[in-house]
């Protein structure tokens, strides 16, 4: 089922959460240990994210350096088969322009067709880490608006490959990811909600936030988005704070901000089981907010790990 129709369909907020392939050496029985103890919030859908290629140099016997690539994790296209499988859940793989060309694209997009997933979260990704601005793949789509473009062609019968002219058409449901507190490329709110309409506009039908930890980011963001005629659900993120590291690293990776009141709980904690029982009580608190507010989905980042979002899906759900 697409997520718009889960949405439609229901009659109260839904829950669903994101998990992440494993780091290779390991086996599926990983990502399944962080997915059974929440398979009892009837999740409506299990996000896969995609991580590219990392490359380190090497020398070789020669004397010349060769790039070799390191920390591959398994295909998210074979992680969405096995979770469908084992679960009967629908999964939505993460698409991204980082590391892959079009034809790249294209073929997942048809194994995925063939295995009748029918949704997608078209994002750009990272950049690479010794990078300071993205850039894509060459041959690849330049950002999530372009990787849109050839999502929604495909669904129109448009494929790069002449000869699959006659090939079946598909029928992407198309995710895109908005910022409440801005994209951290973009210069201001006002232009990323500009881009975000284009993506919308272009074929995008729901919409997964950034994690934030102020409901009023949320909101505020979600009267902008109407009033620039941003009509199509928009599906908070949810990230249960677990370390005091957490304070300055989350932030810099994704430009947000945590508020004092959170911070300086945090701060105060005398061990890393307060911590995290801090971070749980504020989710909890958010989430309840999120529910009275009628959102369509509570989307929960696990980071590959589920405790937290289970003990507050124990209170929430």
């Not at 709110?189 to 272009?202: A, G, H, I, M, P």
């Given at each position: 089922m697409k997520i718009t129709e889960h949405i439609q369909k229901a009659k109260n907020t839904l829950f669903s959460f994101e998990i992440l392939p494993p780091l290779k050496g390991n086996n599926i029985e990983s990502i399944y240990h962080g997915i059974d103890p929440l398979m009892k919030f009837k999740p409506s859908f299990i996000d896969v994210t995609y991580h590219r290629e990392e490359y380190?140099?090497?020398?070789?016997?020669?004397?010349?350096?060769?790039?070799?690539?390191?920390?591959?994790?398994?295909?998210?296209?074979?992680?969405?088969?096995?979770?469908?499988?084992?679960?009967?859940?629908?999964?939505?793989?993460?698409?991204?322009?980082?590391?892959?060309?079009?034809?790249?694209?294209?073929?997942?997009?048809?194994?995925?067709?063939?295995?009748?997933?029918?949704?997608?979260?078209?994002?750009?990704?990272?950049?690479?880490?010794?990078?300071?601005?993205?850039?894509?793949?060459?041959?690849?789509?330049?950002?999530?608006?372009?990787?849109?473009?050839?999502?929604?062609?495909?669904?129109?019968?448009?494929?790069?490959?002449?000869?699959?002219?006659?090939?079946?058409?598909?029928?992407?449901?198309?995710?895109?990811?908005?910022?409440?507190?801005?994209?951290?490329?973009?210069?201001?709110?006002?232009?990323?909600?500009?881009?975000?309409?284009?993506?919308?506009?272009?074929g995008a039908e729901f919409l997964v936030t950034q994690m934030f930890f102020d409901n009023k980011k949320y909101f505020e963001f979600l009267e902008r988005c109407r009033a620039e005629g941003i009509t199509v659900p928009i599906i908070p993120g949810i990230k249960p704070l677990a370390t005091k590291g957490q304070l300055s690293v989350l932030p810099k990776l994704f430009n947000i901000d945590i508020p004092y009141e959170l911070s300086d709980a945090v701060e105060k904690c005398k061990s890393p089981e307060d911590v995290k029982k801090i971070g749980i009580e504020w989710a909890i608190t958010q989430c309840k907010e999120l529910i009275k507010a009628k959102v369509p989905v509570l989307h929960f980042y696990t980071m590959g790990k589920s405790e937290s979002t289970k003990l507050i899906g124990e209170q929430i759900f």
């Open positions: 380190v140099m090497k020398k070789r016997n020669d004397g010349l350096f060769a790039k070799v690539a390191t920390k591959k994790r398994p295909g998210t296209v074979a992680i969405c088969a096995a979770v469908m499988h084992k679960y009967n859940i629908d999964a939505v793989p993460h698409i991204i322009c980082g590391g892959f060309t079009k034809e790249d694209t294209e073929n997942a997009l048809i194994d995925l067709n063939f295995l009748g997933i029918d949704n997608a979260l078209a994002l750009r990704g990272d950049n690479q880490k010794n990078e300071t601005i993205f850039t894509p793949e060459i041959g690849g789509n330049v950002n999530s608006l372009d990787l849109i473009y050839q999502i929604k062609n495909m669904n129109s019968g448009i494929y790069l490959d002449e000869e699959l002219s006659n090939a079946t058409v598909t029928n992407f449901c198309i995710g895109g990811a908005c910022y409440p507190e801005k994209h951290h490329d973009a210069p201001n709110l006002n232009s990323d909600l500009k881009f975000l309409k284009r993506k919308v506009e272009s």
